[in-house]
T-cell receptor, first 113, second 116 residues
Framework: DQQVKQNSPSLSVQEGRISILNCDYT??????FLWYKKYPAEGPTFLIS?????DKNEDGRFTVFLNKSAKHLSLHIVPSQPGDSAVYFC????????????FGTGTRLQVTL | DAGVTQSPTHLIKTRGQQVTLRCSPI?????VSWYQQVLGQGPQFIFQ???????GRGNFPDRFSARQFPNYSSELNVNALLLGDSALYLC???????????????FGDGTRLSIL
């Protein structure tokens, strides 16, 4: 049972444009959400997170939006840069549990010139 | 500051053998978690340790075990290796627990385990 889903396996965006990566979850108990970026042969790198008490969190070019009623979150990257090309994973966690992240299957983002 | 370090980076084993993977967390981090990532999938949670105690376990067989040492480093052991154990094994560390909420986990570059 896939509790965190990333339905788009790949996304291609032109440099300078906005990249929007989507993630859906089914477990309403999740209350902490994270995005990680992964390059080949490296571990996932933490990008940005959001607690369920918020609906938006920004960090530079990265913004995460959370819609709890729809059990949906998205990552916006503006403007997109070629160095953003990587696989992006959405992950969810439960406050007070054993830091057990549940990951989606990832979206491969390609930023073209 | 050094990030999470894992060793070895690559490992080749045959079916039935046993393997030990090692992880050193970021300085000051007391929580270590282990994940398995197979090709085309997201990482799957195996274990979490905090203060040398197991605090969480994923849906993995008893062939998988782990421990945490007084310096907060950790080892993951897998016995009776199967072909299906071929994967990238990731270690992550975090500040846990933290007053007021969660802290993100930070990952090492993983150990690539291949079973022949």
């Amino acid at each position: 049972d896939q509790q965190v889903k990333q339905n788009s396996p790949s996304l291609s965006v032109q440099e300078g444009r906005i990249s929007i990566l989507n993630c859906d979850y089914t477990n309403s108990m999740f209350d902490y959400f994270l995005w990680y970026k992964k390059y080949p042969a490296e571990g996932p790198t933490f990008l940005i997170s959001i607690s369920s008490i918020k609906d938006k969190n920004e960090d530079g070019r990265f913004t995460v939006f959370l819609n709890k009623s729809a059990k949906h979150l998205s990552l916006h990257i503006v403007p997109s840069q070629p160095g953003d090309s990587a696989v992006y994973f959405c992950a969810a966690d439960l406050t007070g549990t054993a830091s057990k992240l549940t990951f989606g299957t990832g979206t491969r983002l390609q930023v073209t010139l | 500051d050094a990030g999470v370090t894992q060793s070895p980076t690559h490992l080749i084993k045959t079916r039935g053998q046993q393997v030990t993977l090692r992880c050193s967390p970021i300085s000051g981090h007391k929580s270590v978690s282990w994940y398995q990532q197979v090709l085309g999938q997201g990482p799957q949670f195996i274990f979490q340790y905090y203060e040398k105690e197991e605090r969480g376990r994923g849906n993995f067989p008893d062939r998988f075990s782990a421990r945490q040492f007084p310096n907060y480093s950790s080892e993951l052991n897998v016995n009776a290796l199967l072909l299906g154990d071929s994967a990238l094994y990731l270690c992550a560390s975090s500040l846990f627990p933290v007053m007021g909420g969660n802290q993100p986990q930070h990952f090492g570059d993983g150990t690539r385990l291949s079973i022949l």
